[in-house]
């Protein structure tokens, strides 16, 4: 029987969650009943008082900073800077959430990639390029968050054991990017050097029509479950569909294929990174 995944919006990645409301509830009260206006706790947390405003109404997450610098002027003795743990965003867009959990439990991965780096083999540099140029623009925090989160995503390259099998195929045109510099070059010679890793090249010449068709994702969890990734600018889809993992592992197998074999790509990269 097959099962669809249909990532659904994690509460806690919603504009006004419960938790927002209740701690900015609290952060109303303590900051009332110690006579501190929105102006004292916004100079201090280095915020507008409109912004504490749409704190305390649950509008908006109110940041660690803001939880501290109120714990500290209303003399809550810890109970304010304690909701930090229960306000936290979550560090992935809602439609990639569910992904990310399975991603976590991963025995192997295969990923083909279009137009950009895989997010496990991003400089830190390429990461920040990526999420602080998105539109809708993010806020600070959130793109801080995303950052840290996208760099802790790349311990599944070394830190598991047994490793992970892992597979990437990247698409020329991701490697002529502006975006991709010296530095996520030689992220990407050091990243195929792992033993757990093999990293392969297709180069304009030799693009099929498959190859042609976006980014996906092909994964074996530990209960040797199956599942089949495609994310787009607006809507995502995680399956274990036997169909639709069938599908994409045809069209995986056919562009791993095509494309360049580890040593020759790394051999690619080389000549990318010694070019002027």
């Known amino acids: 029987m ?11 990645s919603q504009p006004s969650p419960g938790t927002w409301r209740y701690s900015g ?15 004292e706790l916004g100079a201090a947390a280095n915020y507008s008082p409109d912004t504490i405003k749409s704190m305390e109404q649950g509008v908006r997450m109110p940041t660690p900073r803001v939880l501290d610098a109120a714990d500290e002027l209303c003399r809550a003795d810890g109970l304010l800077s304690a909701a930090k743990e229960y306000v936290k965003r979550e560090p992935f867009p809602a439609r990639a959430q569910d992904f990310m959990q399975y991603e976590q439990q991963a025995i192997s991965l295969w990923s083909y990639e279009v137009a ?28 801080e968050e995303r950052i840290a989160a996208r760099m802790e995503r790349q311990a599944i390259l070394t830190d598991r054991k047994p490793p992970v099998g892992l597979s ?25 050097s792992l033993r757990n890793v093999a990293l392969q090249v297709l180069p304009f010449e030799r693009a099929i029509t498959a190859a ?22 607006f809507a995502s889809d995680l399956t274990a569909d036997p169909e639709v993992v069938s599908r994409v592992m045809e069209r995986l197998s056919m562009i791993r294929a095509q494309a360049l074999n580890p040593a020759e790509s790394a051999r690619f990269l080389e000549r990318m990174v010694d070019q002027p």
Not at 25 to 39: F, S
Not at 116 to 143: F, H, K, M, N, W
Not at 212 to 232: D, I, K, N, W
């Open 25 to 39: 509830n609290q952060l109303k009260r303590w900051r009332t009943k110690a006579n501190v206006t929105r102006e």
């Open 168 to 192: 990437f195929v990247l698409y020329e045109a991701a490697l002529r990017s502006s975006q991709v510099n010296a530095e996520q070059l030689h992220r990407l010679l050091l990243s195929a």
């Open 2 to 12: 097959s099962v669809q995944y249909n990532p659904k919006p994690n509460p806690n």
């Open 116 to 143: 950009l780096i895989p997010g496990l083999l991003q400089t830190e540099a390429y990461a920040r390029s990526l999420i602080e140029s998105r539109y809708p623009p993010l806020d600070e925090d959130t793109v």
């Open 212 to 233: 042609l068709m976006g980014p996906m994702v092909l994964l074996e969890t530990r209960e040797h479950e199956r599942l089949a990734f495609s994310e787009g600018p």
